[in-house]
């Protein structure tokens, strides 16, 4: 029923939690709807992010972005594990990005210069408000910092051809 009513409201994109990874019928009438589809893998293993692409693509909607997730909050950062980002690349064929709960935007800058596509980030007005979120997320000045970073990094990667740069 939420996604009908997100889908009458005109939403570009469905992000699924980590949590529905494994729920099969949601992901399937997601992807009926045609849109792009953020999958959220928090506490998943390889194969059930196998299952869950196939049968979004069993739908005929190959738009699926696999975001990879540690699902703490705060997530420590040597419990990221960033190079699983690479093999579901890898395993899958898809894009993949990071959707991030550790402290700061070290860990998300990496994941740029590691070749995430997308990056979730909680923001919050006040990190010390109630609830699981906040501790995680980035306030207004540091959601900017994270931006410039993204774009700093994604500058710095180049294209890979080893040579001299113009400007030596």
């Known amino acids: 029923e939420s996604v009908d009513i997100l889908d009458r409201l005109g939403v570009p994109a469905f992000k699924v939690p980590s949590g529905e990874v494994v729920n099969l019928p949601l992901l ?19 194969g059930e992010v196998e299952t869950a692409i196939r049968a979004i693509h069993e739908t005929g909607n190959d738009q699926c972005v696999v975001l990879h997730c540690t699902s703490n909050y705060p997530a420590a950062p040597r419990d990221v594990n960033l190079r699983a980002m690479k093999t579901m690349a890898q395993a899958f064929g898809v894009p993949v990005g990071y959707s991030d709960h550790t402290m700061g935007i070290d860990v998300p800058l990496a994941a740029v210069a590691l070749g995430a596509c997308v ?50």
């Open 119 to 168: 990056i979730e980030k909680h923001f919050t007005l006040d990190r010390t408000m109630s609830g699981p979120d906040h501790r995680a997320s980035l306030e207004l000045e540091e959601l900017s910092a994270l931006n410039r970073g993204i774009r700093t990094v994604e500058q710095s990667l180049g294209n890979g051809v080893k040579q001299p740069a113009e400007s030596e």
């Open 28 to 46: 399937q009438h997601i992807a009926r709807k045609g849109k792009p589809i953020l999958l959220s893998t928090g506490m998943s293993y390889l």
